[in-house]
C-alpha cells in the first residue's frame, strides 16, 4: 500500500479524533504522566492498522480509537500492577537534557539563549510544582490548558461541581502566581 496514502488517511483520522481521544485518556488515566506516552502508543497503533489492513478497515473512526486508547489504558495498568507484584517501582527522577551550545559564540543569540533558559528553567519548576498537587487538581489542569475544555466541561467529565473546578484552578493559579511571580 502506498505510504503516502496511509498517511493521508492517518493524519485526517487524527485531526478528527485527537481532541476526543485526550479527553478520554485524560479521564481514565489515575496519573497524568502516562497520557502522552498512551495518547502516542494509541496514533501508533492506529497507524499500524490503516498500513497493515487497508484504509477500509475502520467503519468508524472515532470509535475505533478511543477503542484503541481503551485498549493501551488497559494494558498500562495491567502491566503496571503485574510489574509491581515482581519489583517495587521507584520514582526515578529524569534530568533535563542539556543543549549543546558549544558552538554558538555570536553575542547577537546570548541573550535569547538566556531567556529561552530561564523560560525553560520556570516552566519546568511550575511542571514539578504542578506534579506534587493530588491527581485530581493535575487532570483539571491539563483539562483547562492543555485540552482546553469549558469549566462546565470538566465539571460533567469528572463528576464534580463547578464550583470545584473552578476552585482548584483559581486556587493554584493563585499559589503559582505567588510562587513564581506574575509572569510564572
Not at 478497515?57 to 503485574?82: D, F, M, Q, W
Request: hydrophobic share 35%.
Amino acid at each position: 500500500m502506498d505510504t503516502q496514502v496511509v498517511e493521508e488517511k492517518f493524519n485526517e483520522i487524527y485531526d478528527n479524533t485527537y481532541h476526543q481521544c485526550l479527553i478520554y485518556v485524560i479521564s481514565k488515566c489515575n496519573h497524568t504522566s502516562v497520557i502522552p506516552d498512551i495518547i502516542q502508543e494509541t496514533y501508533l497503533a492506529l497507524y499500524q492498522i490503516l498500513k497493515d489492513k487497508g484504509l477500509n478497515y475502520i467503519k468508524n473512526p472515532e470509535a475505533y480509537v478511543i477503542r484503541i486508547a481503551k485498549s493501551k489504558i488497559y494494558n498500562h495498568y495491567s502491566l503496571k500492577e503485574k510489574v509491581k507484584s515482581i519489583i517495587p517501582l521507584f520514582d526515578i527522577n529524569k534530568e533535563e537534557k542539556e543543549y549543546n551550545q558549544a558552538d554558538i559564540n555570536s553575542e547577537l543569540y546570548e541573550n535569547e539563549i538566556e531567556i529561552t533558559v530561564e523560560n525553560k528553567e520556570v516552566l519546568s519548576a511550575i511542571w514539578r510544582f504542578l506534579q506534587s498537587k493530588p491527581q485530581k487538581v493535575q487532570k483539571v489542569f491539563y483539562l483547562f490548558y492543555y485540552a482546553e475544555l469549558s469549566i462546565p466541561e470538566i465539571a460533567q467529565l469528572m463528576h464534580l461541581n463547578q464550583s470545584t473546578i473552578k476552585n482548584h484552578i483559581y486556587r493554584t493559579t493563585h499559589e503559582i502566581r505567588k510562587k513564581f511571580g506574575k509572569d510564572g
